[in-house]
């Protein structure tokens, strides 16, 4: 096991507890003996406990009645040091009885007290301790008062006057083990408050004669060897006999301050006692688990035996009995539920505990189920429990599932902060941009007014040139001299031009050659004082004004008929007292730079409300499909809630009396999540319960907060039996709100054609739509594409050259490119074969695209690509599918699957065939469609693969909110007026009469597979019924275009106001189709899929189709469809009809027109619903990821 570690120095205990991170250490007694120079050794382990660890029991002992006699005689063994100041034996704290008992032994046998032997039980032998100054003992502080005098004595008198026993780090056992202690802490205590009266006078003297000793030169030592001489001994019992009426003297004071401390003072000292007894406690219960486990050849155990989450635990290593018993420095490595949260590192430091013990303290938290560890030396020596590490369990807490859900509530919050980060981040980026495009924006609107400017300053010099003060008996102004704003008179001679004969005459004006337009209209009176001809007007001359423009006229604006323009030219006078000219341009350039301004603002804030509003109307439209989607299976399939959230719990429904387990006794349910690939695995069989609606079953499962998809099939038993997988791609339903997201899957498209730099019919547009609605979804698309001499690479972004290779003796160019946002390989065979000038139409048509499908997979494979679906399409490229399976699947492209889409079975039979069987799920365009061809030859073998997809439409070419063509950008909530400004704008295009009629539009190509008979007779219908028929559409066959030439031109001159016939290709004009007619008709003979129903819908416009493929799934009749269209999430949106004759096309068209005609409100109401309903590729691409996943998954 490799681990990097940043090794430390060691670090003394203060440091230890001071450590900042994840784990919280408490330092605790019991553990390190401290010693502290202001201690006060007020309360003592009570002695007579026997105490144990690692095996052995440590007997203390001293006279019950310390106070009253004479101590027995001890050997005390003198430390080299000086000696303990303060340290003396407390008495064993006891109940009455147990005194009274005390007192009468002691009169036998001259002792007060049991000795260890007694306590330990018979034939057990107690060793002896000895006080060693070297080792520390901790204290607490006394709050008695000490008197300064007993302080002197009590270092005069020997600290070893009694036997003593005092636990010590590093002794040993040298009469085997001792007894351990009976009297648990609870009688501790009561003995402690009962007995106080008979230790008061000992513990009394030891606080006070102790008050101010160091507590430093404390220490205990093990061992009794009986090196002084008795005349010692007895000299210091003579000499603290001597003391004892001094002290009960003092103690007399001592009691009496006593007394006088309050309950709070007396509930402290209650409150110390009890610590110091749980920490005596802890160290028994430490030591006797040192014992214990070093007896078993244990080298390691935990304190508390129990761990539990949040608390401070602590670790025991013995290191002797480790591989790390060499080592002088011991480390503990490790992290919570298997090495997955909370990692820590810690010293471990050597213990008191008899043996090689060493410990650390660490801090389990809330969220752990188990703790993993190892112990090494800080480098590269590791005790890993012989590569099984150690693991202790944590209980009372989380489970594992428990953990896992908080991990991914982790996560959770997580991601939702990455999210926020993120959206600032595209925030302050795109603000930026905006602050970059608005100053780049400014800068062009400054160089525009500037240009303008100087254009409109050279035209006006131009006309300053022929202004003047006065025209000699035409005109003059009074006073001659003026300035803006002031009132003048303009006087007239009415003789001297055109209006001599005027019964009135008007001035109308302007200023600086009409800058603002008409700025003023006055009309003239006669001048009593200049003459009969002259005539004048009272004008105020415009601010800013430097010249003046003015014509005469016999009339007020919008009423004259007649003028004198002074010959076209205009009169102009100059305004002599006006502002300095270029103070005038400066502030007009900037008045124009302001203008452009505001109305850029304007443009741009009308498209970024347009903007938004577009992509509000996506997303709430793919919100619906995915509603739909949910809905579509509802009679077999459906959950509770519809949206299925992660972390929720939902309730699956099943009607059984729609699938092949109809009639079965029982239903078993089967269940996982993210297309069975979660870390749960699959979920235990439920059996289904009956439900309250009807012949519904239902089963409750926990959604995990990981899921992405919910995967579940049913069963007729639990263990095997009959299963309903929906025909082997089983039922998904998407989870919502989860922390894991749906891997993105590799799909590479072979195709020939691709909208719009090389199409030719439907392919293109599918091969492209298909793969943009996919690539929305989250997914990796690439296209490889031929690159023909003929694309059209206006369309194509970032079209360079990528690579080479060499595939049959031909080398392949490699181009790339952006088209529609998605990434296109372009491969150019160095042989000519693409440079045709053309897509389809060569003799050798199979040979090129043959060599180009083997090209494309060695392109893949050289390239290192590995994608997990190739698509291909049509006969053009159905020879990957063996090639693949034949070449390419065991040599790099082993987790490949190849999904086939045939767009028209009419052509290329005999490929399309041998690509089903190679396929490994095969796909029409259209439901309806699959079942009708399933009897062909080249489909009847394969039918458990194939499925029927119904084709989209691209909602961004196909928009009526954005649509260039048509005169009013509409939606459905105000569908009537939009479509109303269409019909009006397409009737004055065509010529037709406007009026309020009801129009029925075709746009098609003429063949036979689109019903030209069938066309032919709509026409002359609609007519009959006072409609209006617009008809946009070529024939490939010359004879059938001379048709409808003949016919155009006989309607032309019959029905000039309500028919035209264009018989030939207008992208505009069919825009303004769609959005102009009331009606679509598309009454083909057969028809795949169809994407002209479609696209009438978007636009607002009803269908008028027959029940054929495409036709027939995707508009349901408004009279006999509902039931049909509510199975599909649908309303009814359209008119259909049986049949190949003209009585089918009457009975659906007359209805239509009826209904246009007789319920408008109705009509305009199913308008604007048929806009809402969504014919995009977001419902296809959805099926389209069930057949990848299906193919994936290998069934």
Sequence with gaps: MEVGLHVQSPVSCRGLFQERGSLKIKPFSGFFLHHRRTSRFCQFTPLGINYSAGGISHGITASSDFSRRKPRRTSVPRSRGPGPKGFVPKTPMETSSQKKDSRNNAGKDGTGTATSTELRGPGKKQPEVRIDTDQKLEVEHSHIKIVEEAQKEEEEIPS??????????????????????????????????????????????????GAERDADEVAGGLGSEGSESDAEDVADEVALEEKHSDIGKRNDIFKNESIEKDETGTKDDSEKLKLKMEATKRKQEIEALAYDNFSKGNKMFVYPQVVKPDQDVEVFLNRSLSTLKNEPDLLIMGAF????????????????????????????????????????????????????????????????????????????????????????????????????????????????????????????????????RSVENIWYIEPSEFKGEDRVKLYYRKSSGPLANAKELWVHGGYNNWKDGLSFAERLVNSETKGADWWYAEVIVPDRAILLDWVFADGPPQEATLYDNNHQQDFHAVVPKCIPEELYWAKEEHLIFTKLQEERMLREEAMRAKAEKTARMKAETKERTLKNFLLSQKHIVYTEPLDVQAGSTVTVFYNPANTVLNGKPEVWFRCSFNRWTHRMGTLPPQKMLLADNGPHVKSTVRVPLDAYMMDFVFSEREDDGVFDNKNGTDYHIPVLGGVAKEPPMHIVHIAVEMAPIAKVGGLGDVVTSLSRAVQDLNHNVNIILPKYDCLNLSNVKDFHYDRGFHWSGTEIKVWFGKVEGLSVYFLEPQNGLFSRGCVYGCGDDGQRFGFFCHAALEFLQQGGFHPDIIHCHDWSSAPVAWLFKDYYMHYGLSKTRIVFTIHNLEFGAPLIGKAMAYSDKA??????????????????????????????????????????????????????????????????????????????GIITRLTHQKGIHLIKHAIWRTLERSGQVVLLGSAPDPRIQNDFVNLANQLHSSHGGHARLCLTYDEPLSHLIYAGADFILVPSIFEPCGLTQLIAMRYGSIPVVRKTGGLYDTVFDVDHDKDRAEAQGLEPNGFNFDGADSAGVDYALNRAISAWYDSRDWFNSLCKKVMEQDWSWNRPALDYMELYHAARKGK
């Design 923 to 1000: 796909t029409t365009v259209s439901h309806t469609y699959s079942k009708e061809v399933a009897g062909n030859p080249a489909i009847a073998p394969h039918l458990h693969k194939f499925h029927g997809i119904v084709n989209g439409i691209d909602p961004d070419i196909w928009d009526p909110c954005n649509d260039k063509f048509i005169p009013v950008s509409y939606t459905s909530e105000n569908v009537v007026e939009g479509k109303r400004a269409a019909k009006q704008a397409l009737q004055q295009r065509l010529g037709l009469e406007i009026s309020d009629l009801p129009l029925v």
């Design 337 to 468: 539920n298997d090495w997955r949260w909370k990692q820590f590192t810690r010293r471990l430091n050597k213990t008191h505990l008899a043996g090689d013990w060493w410990s650390c303290l660490l801090h389990v938290p809330m969220e752990a189920y188990k703790m993993d560890f190892v112990f090494f030396n800080g480098q590269s020596i590791f005790d890993n429990n012989e590569e099984k590490d150690f693991c202790i369990p944590v209980e009372g807490g989380m489970d594992i599932i428990a953990f896992e859900d908080f991990l991914l509530e982790e996560k959770r919050r997580e991601l939702e902060k990455l999210a926020e980060e993120q959206a600032e981040k595209e925030r302050q980026e795109e603000e930026q941009r905006r602050r970059e495009a608005e100053k780049a924006a400014s800068e062009a609107d400054r160089t525009q007014a500037k240009t303008e400017t100087g254009r409109r300053r050279e035209i006006f010099q131009q006309v300053m040139k022929k202004a003047a």
């Design 160 to 209: 070893k006057n009694k036997q003593l026993n005092v636990l010590g780090s590093g002794q040993s056992t040298e009469n085997g083990s001792l007894g351990r202690i009976d009297d648990d802490v609870a009688l501790l205590e009561e003995n402690v408050i009962i007995s106080r009266s008979d230790i008061e006078n000992a513990v009394g003297e030891l606080c006070s004669e």
